[in-house]
């Protein structure tokens, strides 16, 4: 008990200093007092008609008739498939059984990237420290007050994947398998762009790790966590592919498919497929706008 007890508190105190700074931090919300998202505002005015279906029929349409002249509801969601509603019991558990999106978002973040920096060996309380630092990175909160927060719980859910992607690769299987199969639940959030993000973020670490196991002549269990975490990402992310199949399906007759007749080239010359450039990056950073993350009002 005594050992179980000494490997344990310093876990129990970080979640604890994580609780109390996101108490502390959102006490508005606590006061009653509701974020009024831009985005989010948005969405519910979207998504009302088919809530309302489903509230009356108890059955969700993948069709909304309040978006243009009617349109499919994938993205917006109403469209539910059966194997991803296996998945929603452990998505409640995985946002702490609470309701309020800003205290869900706060705590992931502390609680992901201080997985992620345990997983490269870091002490507790450099963990700690460096999780609140990241954490209250000014952008991250900039999405919140957004309302992108299916964004937000993706980026601190990376940190969770990335973890278990390095603790493959340190033969800790077990947790490494777990948080791997995390990769679904990003899924689930609906924004592909981050699961982008961490695949291009994987390929870096799987370089490294390449290097150092042929450095250190470990092919074999390089290859072991390999197999280990393509197997986990294909468990986590098989359920979405209903998901992705119907998008993928869907995005080919939208402005971003470069099918819609909504959208006239400005340029006859203009031989590319798809949105604009500028417009596809109007919301991106630019590379001075890139110091933000660190420093606030760059």
Known sequence: MKTIWKNAWPYLLAALVFVVLTLVYCSPVLDGKVLQSGDNLTWQGAYQECKSYTQETGHHSFWTGSMFSGMPNYQIGGGKYPATSLLLPITKILRFGLHNEVIIILLAYFLCFFILMRSFKMNVWLSIVGSIVISFSSYFFIIIEAGHNTKALGIAWMSAVLAGFVLMYRKQYAWGFVLSMLFSFMGLMKHPQMSYYLIMLMGVLFCAELYIHIKEKQLKDFAVATLLFVAAVALGAGPQYA????????????????????????????????????????????????????????
Not at 253 to 261: C, D, F, I, N, V
Not at 281 to 292: I, K, R, V
């Open 243 to 298: 998901n992705i199949r119907a998008n993928n399906e869907y995005v080919k007759e939208t402005m971003r498919g470069g099918h819609s007749e909504l959208v006239k080239a400005s340029d006859e010359t203009n031989k590319t497929a798809g949105l604009d450039l500028d417009y596809a990056t109007a919301w991106s950073y630019g590379l001075d706008e890139t110091f933000t993350l660190l420093i606030p009002n760059f």
